[in-house]
């Protein structure tokens, strides 16, 4: 069965440095997702994407984050200048519309830690 | 506003026995709601989902229930197995938005022996 993958699984940065969180899609769907995960607390939505550019996005995904289909088959999460609050596990997951009964598939996380 | 919650955080069952995991929104304008299961490590998996204009649907073992008049939410397993064990939320998709899920808090079903 086709499955979202994420790298890395774990990332360990510094406070104030970059970091891009990398995810590729199942492959033949066309909306994309980011959501993170608080250690202990429920899943939040960061940000949606189809046909090269931003749907939607919540309060969380301010200047510092942006998101980029750089290929055919790879959706990054870049956050500029981390914080340690950005700590989280964050979730890639896509689907093949936007349609409620097209369920988002999610990948298994990268845990990023910030020092 | 935008608010789906869990009644309860933890729930332990008996290998074989029926579990019932539920949920309260508060958003009327929600087109679908989705079940979602997470183990540990493990992003959230897709269980079944609902729509709105529902009150009921069946899946493998699964079964969610939708009442409307209370905004309440169930997820039913029936004859729960050990890999069961998981923590479970319910999520919403709010009409005319870009399928953006909303989760509640999470339930963790323990199923034991």
């Known amino acids: 069965e086709p499955e979202v993958t994420q790298t890395p699984s774990h990332q360990v940065t510094q406070m104030g440095q970059e970091v891009i969180l990398r995810c590729v899609p199942i492959s033949n769907h066309l909306y994309f997702y980011w959501y993170r995960q608080i250690l202990g607390q429920k899943v939040e939505f960061l940000v949606s994407f189809y046909n090269n550019e931003i749907s939607e996005k919540s309060e969380i995904f301010d200047d510092q984050f942006s998101v980029e289909r750089p290929d055919g088959s790879n959706f990054t999460l870049k956050i500029r200048s981390t914080k340690l609050e950005d700590s989280a596990m964050y979730f890639c997951?896509?689907?093949?519309?936007?349609?409620?009964?097209?369920?988002?598939?999610f990948g298994d996380g990268t845990r990023l830690s910030i020092l | 506003g935008e608010s789906v919650g869990l009644h309860l955080p933890t729930l332990s069952v008996q290998e074989g026995d029926n579990s019932i995991i539920n949920c309260a929104y508060s958003?009327?304008?929600?087109?679908?709601f989705i079940w979602y299961k997470q183990e540990s490590g493990k992003g959230p998996q897709f269980i079944i989902d609902i729509r709105s204009n529902m009150d009921k649907r069946q899946g493998q073992r699964v079964t969610v229930l939708l009442n409307k008049t209370v905004k309440h939410l169930s997820l039913q397993i029936a004859a729960t197995q050990p890999g069961d064990s998981a923590v479970y939320f319910c999520a919403e998709i709010l009409s005319g938005g870009y399928n953006k899920l909303i989760f509640g808090a999470g339930t963790r079903l323990a199923v034991h022996p």
């Open positions: 997951a896509s689907s093949a519309g936007r349609r409620g009964d097209q369920p988002q598939h």
């Open positions: 958003n009327s304008a929600s087109d679908y």
